[in-house]
């Protein structure tokens, strides 16, 4: 059995383990969610950076996952590098769709849905140069889009209206495709769709299964068989438990 460790500041993560739960493939999956730093997008880039590296070091020595994802678009841009010069193990991580989303527009007007950090980043100008330099990009950054999205995990009810005003900026500027920058988005694909706005979304989903299924058949996995686990650095409150358990989730640890 393979095992997987999945990581992001909350349940952002859920949408790629959709994906990834439909490998053909016996998986033990570990999701932690750093719910004690929430949100990622608003914090300092180099105690961010400082604190991953740690968070994501102890949980590999006591883990010992096959495979890392690292299920979260700020830690992705900021954390890769020095991740990956310290530890062995295969660790992916999420970059926002720009290109299939250029690929995919017919009048090269496309949308950016991110946190206020993603858009802004350096990173993303170049990621942006790279694949869709002719396209004109209408970047729109929310920290409130991720609350919604915990929020809805946890039971609450969605505000279309909300939801209207966040995305209005890519219907003005008449965007026909528009990445989902953050994990936490796609959480809300159906309810975004249901504003029947004409937009098309895009998330990288499917691409991480791809490239998660690809290492998982290329490595010999030796893993020990448990149930899937859910680890927070924070406690959870008792509707967010409830509904993580009709997700799949059999065990809860705070770390």
Known sequence: MSSILIFDSGIGGVSILQHIKQLPHPLDIHYVADYAAYPYGEKEENWLIKRIDKLITNLEHNIKPDVIIIACNTASTLALPTLRHQLSIPIIGVIPA??????????????????????????????????ASD???????????????????????????????????????????????????????????????????????????????????????????????????????????????EIGFKQFKEI
Do not use: W
Request: some cysteine; overall charge neutral; proline content about 3%.
């Open 135 to 245: 396209c004109t990009v209408t970047r729109v950054g929310s920290t409130e889009l991720v609350d919604i999205a915990e929020k809805k995990l946890a039971g609450s009810h969605i505000d279309p209206h909300k939801l209207q005003k966040i995305i209005q900026p890519f219907i003005d500027n008449q965007c026909d495709q528009v990445v989902l920058g953050c994990t936490h988005f796609p959480l809300l694909m159906q309810d975004l769709l249901a504003l029947n706005t004409g937009l098309h979304f895009v998330d990288s989903g499917s691409a991480i299964a791809k490239r998660t299924e690809h290492i998982l058949t290329e490595h010999a996995s030796t893993a020990h068989c448990i149930d899937s686990t859910f680890y927070s650095t924070q406690t959870l409150g008792r509707s967010l438990t409830e509904n993580l358990l």
């Open 98 to 131: 720009i290109k299939t989303a250029s690929r995919l527009s017919e009048n090269k007007k496309i949308g950016l849905l991110a946190t206020p950090g993603t858009i802004s980043r350096i990173y993303m100008d170049n990621l942006i140069k790279e694949f």
